[in-house]
């Protein structure tokens, strides 16, 4: 049974094992124009639209460490490993650039891809997923930028690092997800309207109704195939996904934030919701063990709940 979990989560020093509280406000560093941010363990990067790379601490300030390209449109980080961390930055051109933390280049790749973006470190180097004019393409890179892999998917379609080997593909239908191998055709049924996003260990979708959760396979002793989690919210924009699973933070057009546990069935969003934004809410995430959740817009903030 093919598993949506992809990655060792060690819950052993977690902080999001407890009840959800109300969000309060705890710091919104001075970033000007920020683009897109990524959680490295409790450490906040941002990108602004001048490409300045900003590492905030919660509890101690924010520094610049970085200047990159301009027009950022996506950021994400690679897990730690003896090479030291890399920042992948995707700009509005579709040109990927690799970065070391200390501003070094290490190399540049022109991927084509400039809306509906995705772009995610794994096993075998790096995977970026994007429409590209009228169709929509999925690029496995090994760690040096080399091409492993190209593939033309369905619209809307996510992959999902493995511990090995290159990503699954992931997409939506009516029926549930399709998780797929890589190069195996995804077939011509017309998937649902869900945007897919990928957490370390489930899939969660968002729709113009609310938020849809896949939580699985779950082994095969449970007897549960893809359990769904469906959060009701008409003026949804965004949302993100604790690192267990069980805690599910939403954000609306309006610039609403709220989190609700991610209980099986029907649920609405939690009481403790704040205004958090003057605009949509187009970032929100859990930093790794759950003491923080960020949001952005017009600026960051990041919450304790």
Same mark, same amino acid.
């Given at each position: 049974?093919?598993?949506?979990?992809?990655?060792?989560?060690?819950?052993?020093?977690?902080?999001?094992?407890?009840?959800?509280?109300?969000?309060?406000?705890?710091?919104?560093?001075?970033?000007?124009?920020?683009?897109?941010?990524?959680?490295?363990?409790?450490?906040?990067?941002?990108?602004?639209?001048?490409?300045?790379?900003?590492?905030?601490?919660?509890?101690?300030?924010?520094?610049?460490?970085?200047?990159?390209?301009?027009?950022?449109?996506?950021?994400?980080?690679?897990?730690?490993?003896? *090479?030291?961390?890399? =920042? @992948?930055?995707? %700009? !509005?051109?579709?040109?990927? $650039?690799?970065?070391? &933390? #200390?501003?070094?280049?290490?190399?540049?790749?022109?991927?084509?891809?400039?809306?509906?973006?995705?772009?995610?470190?794994? *096993?075998?180097?790096? =995977? @970026?997923?994007? %429409? !590209?004019?009228?169709?929509? $393409?999925?690029?496995? &890179? #090994?760690?040096?930028?080399?091409?492993?892999?190209?593939?033309?998917?369905?619209?809307?379609?996510?992959?999902?690092?493995?511990?090995?080997?290159?990503?699954?593909?992931?997409?939506?239908?009516?029926?549930?997800?399709?998780?797929?191998?890589?190069?195996?055709?995804?077939?011509?049924?017309?998937?649902?309207?869900?945007?897919?996003?990928?957490?370390?260990?489930?899939?969660?979708?968002?729709?113009?109704?609310?938020?849809?959760?896949?939580?699985?396979?779950?082994?095969?002793?449970?007897?549960?195939?893809?359990?769904?989690?469906?959060?009701?919210?008409?003026?949804?924009?965004?949302?993100?996904?604790?690192?267990?699973?069980?805690?599910?933070?939403?954000?609306?057009?309006?610039?609403?934030?709220?989190?609700?546990?991610?209980?099986?069935?029907?649920?609405?969003?939690?009481?403790?919701?704040?205004?958090?934004?003057?605009?949509?809410?187009?970032?929100?995430?859990?930093?790794?063990?759950?003491?923080?959740?960020?949001?952005?817009?017009?600026?960051?903030?990041?919450?304790?709940?």
């Amino acid at each position: 049974m093919t598993s949506l979990c992809t990655r060792s989560v060690d819950l052993s020093n977690a902080h999001f094992q407890h009840p959800v509280k109300p969000l309060e406000a705890l710091v919104s560093p001075p970033v000007s124009n920020p683009r897109a941010m990524a959680w490295s363990g409790e450490e906040l990067l941002v990108v602004d639209n001048e490409g300045t790379v900003h590492l905030v601490e919660p509890s101690y300030g924010a520094r610049k460490l970085f200047r990159a390209a301009p027009n950022p449109v996506r950021i994400a980080i690679s897990p730690s490993s003896t *090479a030291g961390r890399r =920042v @992948a930055i995707l %700009d !509005a051109a579709g040109l990927l $650039r690799v970065y070391g &933390l #200390d501003g070094r280049l290490w190399w540049e790749r022109l991927t084509g891809l400039i809306a509906g973006l995705q772009v995610t470190f794994e *096993a075998s180097g790096l =995977v @970026a997923v994007g %429409d !590209a004019g009228d169709a929509r $393409r999925a690029l496995a &890179l #090994d760690p040096d930028g080399g091409v492993l892999s190209r593939a033309r998917v369905p619209a809307r379609t996510v992959a999902v690092p493995q511990p090995t080997g290159l990503p699954w593909l992931v997409r939506s239908l009516s029926t549930g997800l399709q998780v797929l191998p890589w190069g195996v055709p995804l077939g011509s049924e017309a998937g649902t309207q869900h945007h897919l996003y990928v957490a370390p260990n489930c899939v969660f979708g968002v729709s113009s109704g609310g938020v849809t959760l896949w939580r699985g396979p779950r082994p095969k002793e449970h007897g549960v195939a893809q359990e769904a989690v469906t959060v009701k919210l008409l003026d949804v924009a965004n949302a993100a996904v604790s690192l267990d699973g069980e805690t599910l933070a939403l954000a609306t057009r309006s610039g609403g934030v709220s989190v609700t546990v991610a209980r099986p069935g029907v649920v609405r969003p939690g009481s403790g919701g704040v205004t958090a934004h003057e605009a949509p809410v187009t970032g929100l995430g859990f930093s790794q063990r759950g003491r923080w959740l960020a949001s952005l817009a017009e600026r960051v903030w990041i919450w304790s709940y």
